[in-house]
């Protein structure tokens, strides 16, 4: 079995897109319509999303939470402040590990880690 995707639902199709664009660098892939949602593919190499477009979507009351390596968690965390992006937690040190969270444009959580 191998990783495809995540989907996301949001209300705001245009913005998250924009967000996912600006700060992590994702391509639009792929846009389709399914029993009258809009769906939109976007993919970073092997990393993919699927935008799902609701207009009666608030943010979810459950919290997705995304997490993506990185080689140097400080030029990433350096790269997003350029940008406007700041983190909501971190960044925190472990024996193993460095991570930092971010919140996206639909309350997801936006975890990168350093190992």
Not at 12 to 38: G, V
Not at 53 to 81: D, Y
Not at 104 to 113: A, F, K, Q
Request: glycine letters at 4%; one cysteine or more.
């Amino acid at each position: 079995m191998n990783w495809d995707h995540v989907g996301m639902e949001t209300s705001r199709l245009d913005e998250t897109l924009k967000f996912y664009q600006t700060f992590f660098k994702f391509e639009e892939e792929q846009a389709i319509t399914f029993q009258k949602e809009n769906i939109l593919f976007i993919r970073r190499g092997v990393i993919r999303l699927e935008l799902i477009e609701n207009q009666q979507a608030s943010p979810p009351s459950q919290q997705l939470h995304i997490c993506w390596r990185v080689p140097s968690l400080k030029k990433e965390m350096i790269r997003l402040q350029k940008l406007g992006l700041l983190p909501v937690e971190g960044p925190f040190a472990f024996d193993l590990f460095k991570t930092v969270f971010y919140k996206g444009p639909n309350n997801e959580i936006i975890e990168l880690i350093q190992r």
